[in-house]
């Protein structure tokens, strides 16, 4: 979860240099519930939570 996490949040700094704030926000968005989600559920349902929000970003990036 680290590494995706970490990938997202370097994703959305390099978006700041393109000033597409749309996915900017998006980005932070994933970045925020995926750290959320963390602390707040079950081990065992944290990767579907997590594919779940790459799933959504992808399907607005697209």
Do not use: C, G, P
């Not at 978006?15 to 519930?33: G, V, Y």
């Not at 081990?43 to 959504?56: A, F, T």
């Amino acid at each position: 979860m680290d590494e995706i996490q970490s990938s997202i949040y370097e994703a959305e700094h390099q978006i700041l240099a393109l000033e597409e704030k749309w996915l900017k926000e998006l980005l932070f968005d994933a970045e925020n519930q995926i750290e959320l989600n963390r602390y707040t559920i079950d081990s065992e349902k944290l990767e579907q939570s997590v594919e779940l929000i790459i799933k959504n970003i992808m399907t607005k990036i697209s």
